[in-house]
């Protein structure tokens, strides 16, 4: 049996942390056993479904690497089978016709809540002669379900979970309207498609249940099931817009490497040991659901921060240069192609004090930039009287010096001593001038990046 696993996703809002890390766990589950990876849009539901929520979708799992193996199915592409389906459950007596009406229906929960039961569906039409259809109503079909025993479902990840077939009531898979309810099309879909192993949130759990008696209905083998907890926020309350972003693309946007994001996301509620930085290939010859947890996961920020930083020290410099070009333009800088040479010069300095790209372009802002340079409070401190007059003498003294570390190096000792100054002294101010900040890479490599005629420029500029 070859595994076939599935993310299928609603395009009815954005693609959340949640629904990333589902995609994550259904895509690197499926490569462990040497399997397929397939994306289904549900778009069942009309109202809500929008082209721009599938393209958010689409392309957060682009940016993710979470590629699917065949095209993207729609699911309202195959309505014609979720209704061919259900009619054969209706000709073969396990499904019946239901011409209750919405009043009847609401009345009927409203009974229910007052006598504190469950507000479910009492079965009137289940057995009754559909001669005695009032006129005028369009009826829904729904499954017969069993009354007797239970339904039992061992999941992969929460253990065996049973419940009572009492306890549901004849949920409706074709609506008067003529349209399939989504739990009946995932039943169909999952099964044409040959998906062996449903892996999706616990929030579906109950859903699973009632799944099951569509799959009994039809004599369909079943594919197995793993839920998923959910991930909360830091609080412990489900995750909203309070609590930081909630598009995968925001992450982008703020600046996360998608290694870092997906390498987060299975370590969120899944562990190996103390295994924590880990490479795509890594993750795949390594993910079981046997290592996924049952309790909820709590969203860290911090922690994910923390391991971008560690991701983006091993990223390619020019590559990294390229997104900085890129954000910098957002923000209407021009960043010509000598500040491009000085940024990708610097690079392998900046990315070792920066956790995101969004401070990587921050910190690289001042190499595309012409002077006069907009200071920091703290730099402007710096660039007292004196400091000014001390970067003076030191601009006559670089003059002369080759621009290059050693020779830098040197210079800027020689020169500190002469002065009485100890070294971080005279590199302050210095850095202050040269960027308009307190900090950078070190200062030597900071001269060489700008090269001789810009630094001086820029010391110029202040100690004039």
Same mark, same amino acid.
């Given at each position: 049996m070859k595994?076939?696993?599935?993310f ?18 259904n ?5 462990h ?84 039961r ?8 289940r ?28 999941d992969?990840?929460?253990g ?5 077939n ?16 989504y ?5 169909v879909?999952d ?20 799944q ?10 079943k ?32 600046g996360?490497?998608p ?13 190996h ?33 923390h =391991?971008? /930083?560690m ?5 390619? *410099? +020019?590559? %990294? ?8 333009? $957002? ?10 040479q ?27 930039r ?12 710096l ?9 003076a003498?030191l ?7 080759d ?6 190096d040197?210079?800027?000792?020689g ?14 101010p210095?850095?202050?001038? =040269?960027? /308009? ?6 200062? *030597? +490599?900071? %001269? ?8 001086? $420029? ?7």
């Open positions: 595994v076939r696993t599935r299928a996703p609603s395009p009815t809002g954005l693609l959340h942390i949640g629904g990333a890390r589902t995609a994550l766990f895509y690197l589950f499926a490569r056993y040497g399997g397929e990876f397939v994306l289904r849009i549900e778009d069942t539901d009309r109202a809500r479904s929008t082209q721009e929520a599938v393209k958010v979708i689409l392309d957060g799992l682009d940016w993710l690497g979470l590629h699917a193996d065949e095209p993207p199915v729609y699911q309202t592409t195959r309505e014609a089978r979720h209704v061919e389906v259900a009619m054969q459950l209706l000709t073969e007596g396990k499904a019946y016709r239901c011409y209750c009406t919405p009043e009847e229906l609401t009345a009927m929960r409203e009974q229910a809540i007052a006598e504190k469950p507000p479910r569906y009492d079965g009137r039409w057995d009754r002669d559909p001669a005695e259809a009032p006129e005028g109503v369009k009826p829904a079909i729904r499954l017969k379900a069993p009354r007797e025993g239970e339904v039992v479902v061992k992969l990840v929460q065996e979970v049973r419940v009572k009492a306890e549901m009531d004849d949920m409706i898979i074709l609506r008067s309207d003529g349209t399939p309810t739990l009946h099309a995932v039943v879909d099964h044409d498609m040959a998906i062996t192993h449903v892996i999706r949130g616990d929030d579906h759990l109950t859903n699973t249940f009632r099951i008696q569509i799959y009994d209905a039809m004599g369909w083998e594919p197995e099931f793993a839920h998923i907890p959910l991930i909360h926020g830091a609080d412990g309350a489900k995750l909203s817009k309070r609590h930081g972003a909630v598009s995968i693309l925001e992450f982008r946007e703020q996360f490497l290694e870092a994001l997906c390498n987060y996301l299975l370590r969120l509620g899944w562990g040991g103390d295994a924590e930085f880990l490479s795509r290939e890594e993750q795949i010859n390594l993910f079981t659901l046997e290592g996924v947890g049952r309790a909820a996961s709590r969203m860290d920020y911090a922690k994910l921060t =391991l971008n /930083g991701w983006l020290r091993q990223a390619d *410099d +020019a590559w %990294l240069r390229d997104d900085v070009v890129e954000r910098l333009a $957002k923000a209407d800088m021009t960043v010509d192609t000598i500040a491009m000085r940024i990708l010069h610097l690079m392998p300095g900046l990315k070792e004090r920066a956790k995101t790209l969004e401070e990587l372009a921050a910190s690289s802002a001042f190499l595309a012409e002077v006069p340079l907009p200071f920091e409070p703290k730099a402007e401190a660039l007292t009287h004196e400091n000014k007059a001390m970067l003498r601009a006559s003294m670089l003059e002369g010096v621009f290059e570390a050693i020779a830098i040197a210079a800027l000792r020169f500190a001593e002469a002065e009485s100054r100890k070294l971080g002294q005279v590199a302050q210095l850095r202050a001038a =040269l960027t /308009g900040s307190t900090m950078s890479p070190g200062i *030597d +490599a900071t %001269l060489i990046a700008l090269g001789k005629s810009e630094a001086l $420029k820029r010391i110029s500029a202040v100690s004039a």
